[in-house]
């Protein structure tokens, strides 16, 4: 979300080209109070939002058919019932529900159209969630600001994938946990569910309860 607020990829590019003035082409926007809609209100998305909103003093906007509208109220947040009505609303989208056929291009040319111009989208849990082929024409012509992809409709993606053309789109390879210590606590997560399974109890972390 940061880097696509400042389009630092392109600007990387550029001053490693020499092209210092860059700088004077290339104007970012302030998060702080822009609103954010968080699609998906699970672990990660909650800690999302206390991030936004403790960094940046982001209003959240949360969609999350799952969850009780209460539930999202007493945390502090705003329930939105319509992903559409969302869309229109805030400045920034970020993805953090699972791939199931219900949200299976759940952010599509509609939902895109009625961004705001300035609006970006982030994408973090998983590729197919997002229509990669809408969002193309989307950033191409402007419709959107900025996004930044850590996942692809097909992983890994094809060298000519036409997202790589584009200088508005902040782009890396599925690997937002891949850190010395997010891989240490995964292997630990996993392994203490083992044994927790093997002592006989139900595993802490499961998919489908």
């Not at 696509?4 to 080209?17: E, H, N, P, T």
């Not at 292997?187 to 595993?203: F, Q, S």
Request: hydrophobic residues 45%; contains cysteine; aromatic residues 6%.
């Amino acid at each position: 979300m940061m880097a696509a607020a400042r389009f630092l990829s392109a600007v990387d590019v550029a001053i490693r080209k020499g092209d210092f003035q860059i700088r004077e082409r290339v104007v970012g926007w302030d998060l702080k109070d822009k609103k954010v809609g968080i699609i998906g209100f699970g672990r990660i998305g909650k800690r999302f939002g206390e991030i936004c909103r403790g960094a940046f003093d982001m209003p959240i906007r949360v969609y999350d058919p799952a969850i009780e509208a209460s539930k999202v109220e007493s945390w502090g947040a705003a329930y939105m019932s319509d992903l559409m009505e969302m869309a229109s609303r805030v400045d920034v989208i970020s993805v953090h529900c699972p791939l199931i056929p219900q949200t299976h291009h759940l952010i599509n040319s509609d939902v895109l159209a009625v961004m705001k111009p300035d609006g970006i989208l982030v994408n973090a849990a998983r590729g197919p969630i997002v229509d990669e082929k809408a969002l193309y024409e989307a950033l191409k012509e402007k419709k959107i600001a900025a996004a930044g992809l850590d996942v692809f409709d097909q992983e890994p993606p094809e060298p000519d994938n036409p997202l790589f053309e584009l200088d508005n789109v902040v782009l890396t390879p599925h690997l937002a946990g891949f850190t010395h210590e997010g891989r240490k606590r995964m292997g630990m997560t996993a392994a203490e569910d083992i044994l927790r399974v093997l002592r006989g109890e139900p595993p802490k972390y499961q998919v489908k309860p």
